[in-house]
């Protein structure tokens, strides 16, 4: 079946340090991927997406590249803020059929000043 | 602000018993989704409806159940609970019944047994 690996963490930066969280999927097909961000206390939040092979997904200043030959879309930041603390959950869905979103476990990041 | 509701925000139940979770969709979505969010488990898939009827079903025990109703809310109905079954139970939403559409997810429910 789909799933999804991603680092464990947690991550502790410094800020305007430069942020990677890998991740890893294995999926029949080919499955559009999402990183979502669960701030404290709230639900997650859709941070970016890519539906196909090569695509770049971006927004706050995170991106992530959909990566079909090594079935990875690791997401990355140049600079972090504390503000960026959260848990950041990669996903897949499979568009083959299936509906429903595949996430992985969650790597929380922390940043401090 | 995603626009989808959940209540009650909290839930305290003994083990046995039976609780009722509510969620209301952003407006205009008419796929609802469930999910449970555990420290050892992560995000599980439980269920999701699209327009009233369920359309794919993931880890749900048998001891769960969901619906969604005509005005599109949903209601997830878990039973002779256990201490295990203490979770954040999200609700998400979504435009279509497609995998990408960007789900909307709610504050969730925090459920503990005792």
């Known amino acids: 079946g789909n799933s999804v690996t991603q680092m464990e963490g947690p991550v502790t930066l410094s800020e305007e340090a430069f942020l990677t969280i890998n991740c890893t999927y294995t999926a029949t097909g080919y499955p559009s991927l999402f990183w979502y961000v669960q701030y404290p206390g709230e639900g997650l939040q859709l941070l970016l997406k890519a539906t196909k092979a090569d695509d770049k997904g971006s927004n706050k200043g995170f991106e992530a590249t959909y990566r079909k030959e090594t079935t990875s879309f690791h997401l990355e930041k140049g600079s972090v803020q504390v503000s960026d603390s959260a848990v950041y959950f990669c996903a897949l869905s499979d568009q083959g059929g299936s509906e429903k979103l595949v996430f992985g476990k969650g790597t929380k990041l922390t940043v401090n000043p | 602000d995603s626009g989808v509701t959940q209540t009650p925000k909290h839930l305290i139940t003994a083990t046995g018993q039976r609780v009722t979770l509510r969620c209301s969709p952003r407006s205009g979505d008419l796929s609802v989704y469930w999910y449970q969010q555990s420290l050892d488990q992560g995000l599980q898939f439980l269920i999701q409806y699209y327009n009233g009827e369920e359309r794919a079903k993931g880890n749900i025990l048998e001891r769960f159940s969901a619906q969604q109703f005509p005005d599109l809310h949903s209601e997830l109905n878990l039973s002779s609970l256990e201490l295990g079954d203490s979770a954040l139970y999200f609700c998400?939403?979504?435009?279509?019944?497609?995998?990408?559409?960007?789900?909307?997810f709610g504050n969730g429910t925090r459920l503990t047994v005792t």
């Open positions: 998400a939403s979504s435009e279509e019944g497609q995998g990408y559409s960007p789900l909307h």
